[in-house]
């Protein structure tokens, strides 16, 4: 990342996504919706019944974590780029 232009350019494109396509309600929206589609359609029970899971996790506690993990990497991110 040692080029001036090219950090510039990933920095615009990075800030322009995370006021729109990746912003954190789009990106929370995103695993909802998927979650929701898999469970509509049985996706979610079928995958219990196929393989091995945890009893102590659940699947809401999933889509929660991966949500929560998504908002706090593209936090991160917007960190490390916002320093450019």
């Not at 695993?31 to 589609?37: A, I």
Request: charged fraction near 25%; avoid cysteine.
């Amino acid at each position: 990342m040692e080029d001036r232009v090219f950090r510039q350019a990933v920095k615009t494109r990075w800030t322009n996504l995370r006021s729109t396509t990746l912003s954190n309600g789009n990106l929370q929206k995103l695993v909802s919706d998927t979650s929701r589609y898999l469970q509509d359609n049985n996706a979610v029970t079928r995958n219990y019944a196929k393989w091995e899971v945890s009893a102590d996790r659940t699947y809401d506690q999933s889509v929660l974590d991966l949500q929560n993990f998504l908002s706090q990497r593209a936090n991160w991110m917007d960190g490390k780029i916002g320093a450019f």
